[in-house]
């Protein structure tokens, strides 16, 4: 969002400015159609409780396959190397359908 409201800042022009607007309105729409999965103590005591397993595996793909466990998700990814370390959590590789 910071993008857009800096594009809204930086417009010199009214039109610049409706443009930016309506560029806002039309992301905010697109991103309110997901539905958010919280992100709880529990994900992060879990997220902890990984890392201690000494899992190579990025911060913030752990924490998605956390919220996963927790939620009882699949995860759908192309790197099936990392998330096949994460013990229990489902994942399923799309790109080759």
């Known amino acids: 969002m ?3 409201l800096a594009a809204i800042r930086a417009a010199t022009t009214p039109d610049a400015r409706a443009t930016a607007y309506q560029r806002l ?3 905010v ?9 919280d992100y709880t103590v529990h994900v992060e005591a879990l997220v ?3 890392r ?7 911060t913030q793909d ?6 996963a466990l927790v939620q009882g ?7 099936t190397r990392d998330f096949a370390q994460v013990p229990g959590l489902r994942i399923e590789d799309w790109s080759a359908m």
């Open 25 to 27: 309105r039309m992301a």
């Open 2 to 4: 910071r993008g857009w």
């Open 29 to 37: 729409e697109y991103f309110a159609s997901f539905a958010v999965v």
């Open 52 to 58: 201690k397993q000494g899992l190579r595996i990025g």
């Open 73 to 79: 998700a699949t995860v759908v990814t192309r790197n």
């Open 48 to 50: 902890s409780d990984l």
């Open 62 to 67: 752990l924490r998605i396959a956390a919220i």
